[in-house]
T-cell receptor, first 117, second 113 residues
Framework: AQKITQTQPGMFVQEKEAVTLDCTYD???????LFWYKQPSSGEMIFLIY??????QNATEGRYSLNFQKARKSANLVISASQLGDSAMYFC??????????????FGTGTRLKVLA | DSGVTQTPKHLITATGQRVTLRCSPRSGDLSVYWYQQSLDQGLQFLIQ???????AKGNILERFSAQQFPDLHSELNLSSLELGDSALYFCASSVTGDVETQYFGPGTRLLVL
C-alpha cells in the first residue's frame, strides 16, 4: 500500500492565486514528520516546509503553509499568491520515527505545478 | 547556492563498474542524507549519516555503501552497476539531522551504459 499519495500528477494555477497540492499519508506510528520539497526544471531539490506529528499549529514558511489534518491523514501544501517561479515539481514526504531510534523516509510521486501568467 | 557540494556533476560508466560519488555538507552541518531519483523508482531515500555514524537507512541496495568521514564529507559507493542504477543522486545536509531544514546539493547524474 502507498504510504504517501499525491493524487494530482499535474495542476495549473493562475499567477497571484492560491493553490493547494494534496498529500495523504498512511502510518500507524504516533511519531512522524511530513515534508514538502520543490524541484524546478533545473533539477535541484529545495526543502520547503516541515510538520511534526505532535505540532499543534500548522507549519508556515512565507507563502507556503501546510494544512495538517491528522485525523484525515492529510498534509496538503498551500501556496499563496502564486508566482511564475513556483512552476515546478512538488514532492510530499514522510519520515517515520521507528522505535529503534532510526528513521524511514518515504516520498510521493510528485505533483507538477504550472503557474500561468 | 545551498553550500552543499557534490562531485562529479555527471558520470557515465558501464555496467559492472564501480563509482564513488562525493558530498561535502554545508559548514557546520553534521548530518548527510543520500537520495536517488530515477524514472522507474521516483525519489527514494537511501541513507543518512550523523557525525560519522549511520542514522537511518532507506532503500539502499547491498551493492551500494556509504560512509561519512571525520571531516564530515560523505561518499556513496555504487558497485556492480546495472542499467537501472542510472539516476540523479542527491546529497543533502542539515545541522543535526532531526527536523530542521535540509539543504540539497546539485546532484550527480549517473548514466550506466
Amino acid at each position: 500500500a502507498q504510504k504517501i499519495t499525491q493524487t494530482q500528477p499535474g495542476m495549473f494555477v493562475q499567477e497571484k492565486e492560491a493553490v493547494t497540492l494534496d498529500c495523504t499519508y498512511d502510518t500507524s506510528d504516533p511519531s512522524y514528520g511530513l515534508f514538502w520539497y520543490k524541484q524546478p526544471s533545473s533539477g535541484e531539490m529545495i526543502f520547503l516546509i516541515y510538520q511534526g506529528s505532535y505540532d499543534q499549529q500548522n507549519a508556515t514558511e512565507g507563502r507556503y503553509s501546510l494544512n495538517f489534518q491528522k485525523a484525515r491523514k492529510s498534509a496538503n501544501l498551500v501556496i499563496s499568491a502564486s508566482q511564475l517561479g513556483d512552476s515546478a515539481m512538488y514532492f510530499c514526504a514522510m519520515r517515520e520515527d521507528l522505535t529503534s531510534g532510526t528513521y524511514k523516509y518515504i516520498f510521493g510521486t510528485g505533483t507538477r505545478l504550472k503557474v500561468l501568467a | 547556492d545551498s553550500g552543499v557540494t557534490q562531485t562529479p556533476k555527471h558520470l557515465i560508466t558501464a555496467t559492472g563498474q564501480r563509482v564513488t560519488l562525493r558530498c561535502s555538507p554545508r559548514s557546520g552541518d553534521l548530518s548527510v542524507y543520500w537520495y536517488q531519483q530515477s524514472l522507474d523508482q521516483g525519489l527514494q531515500f537511501l541513507i543518512q549519516y550523523y557525525n560519522g555514524e549511520e542514522r537511518a537507512k532507506g532503500n539502499i541496495l547491498e551493492r551500494f555503501s556509504a560512509q561519512q568521514f571525520p571531516d564530515l564529507h560523505s561518499e556513496l559507493n555504487l558497485s556492480s552497476l546495472e542499467l537501472g542504477d542510472s539516476a540523479l543522486y542527491f546529497c543533502a545536509s542539515s545541522v543535526t539531522g532531526d527536523v530542521e531544514t535540509q539543504y540539497f546539493g546539485p546532484g550527480t547524474r549517473l548514466l550506466v551504459l
